[in-house]
Each structure stands twice: as structure tokens, then as C-alpha cells.
């Protein structure tokens, strides 16, 4: 059982940066991909980014290539999204997801609701 808590969402003009934060409880965190996704008012849940259980293999959606890095602190129970150059349309609410078993790519391509484990949500708004 892996509970998630994301944190670090906020307000920030476009061009901004933020960084979020997903903390983790339970010893097997270590072993789950760990994924980045965003739903904005009236869309489908989206796929952001994803980081391997190792911290060794990446995938990121093409809207967020180059401006979003993933990252994971195995220690600390904690992944990471910094977000650079950000911009109106990454408005939303950014879920952090983990699952184990699977490539970072596999949680790239398959359906978002496939997750095992969910936090709560932390709330990005990027004015123009």
C-alpha cells in the first residue's frame, strides 16, 4: 500500500517556474514507477511525465519536453516535477501516480486510470 501526498502547486505568471512534489508512505516505494499527470477543467486526465523505480529511464509528453524534468529521491519517499517556462495551457491539477511493474513508457501510452495509486492533487494556474 502506497499512500501520495503532492504538494508545491500555486499560482505563477507565464514564463514561471514551480516545482511539485510527491511524498510517499510505505516501505515499497522504491520499486514503483512513479508518473506526473494534469487534468484541466472539462478534459480527460493527461499523461505528463513518468520516472522508472530506479530513477534511470524518463518519459515525458511532447507538450512538456524540455521544460519539465521528473526526477525521484528513492531516501526520501519522494518524486519530483520541476516545471520551467511554463504557460497558460499547463493549467490544471497535477496528480502524481505509482505503479509497480511497469516502464515509465507503459504509463506513458496506457490508460491514466490504470494506476494503482493516486494522491489528492495540487492546483497549477499560470496567468498570461
Known amino acids: 500500500q502506497v499512500q501520495l501526498v503532492e504538494s508545491g502547486g500555486g499560482l505563477v505568471q507565464a514564463g514561471g517556474s514551480l516545482r511539485l512534489s510527491c511524498a510517499a508512505s510505505?516501505?515499497?516505494?522504491?520499486?514503483?514507477?512513479v508518473g506526473w499527470f494534469r487534468q484541466a477543467p472539462g478534459k480527460d486526465r493527461e499523461f505528463v511525465a513518468a520516472i522508472s523505480w530506479t530513477g534511470g529511464s524518463f518519459h515525458y509528453a511532447d507538450s512538456v519536453k524540455g521544460r519539465f524534468t521528473i526526477s525521484r529521491d528513492n531516501a526520501k519517499n519522494t518524486a519530483y516535477l520541476q516545471m520551467n517556462d511554463l504557460k497558460p495551457e499547463d493549467t490544471a491539477v497535477y496528480y502524481c501516480?505509482?505503479?509497480?511493474?511497469?516502464?515509465?513508457?507503459?504509463?506513458?501510452?496506457?490508460?491514466?486510470?490504470?494506476?494503482?495509486?493516486w494522491g489528492q492533487g495540487t492546483q497549477v494556474t499560470v496567468s498570461s
Open positions: 510505505g516501505h515499497t516505494f522504491s520499486t514503483y514507477t
Open positions: 501516480a505509482a505503479t509497480p511493474g511497469v516502464t515509465a513508457m507503459h504509463m506513458a501510452v496506457t490508460n491514466p486510470h490504470d494506476n494503482d495509486y
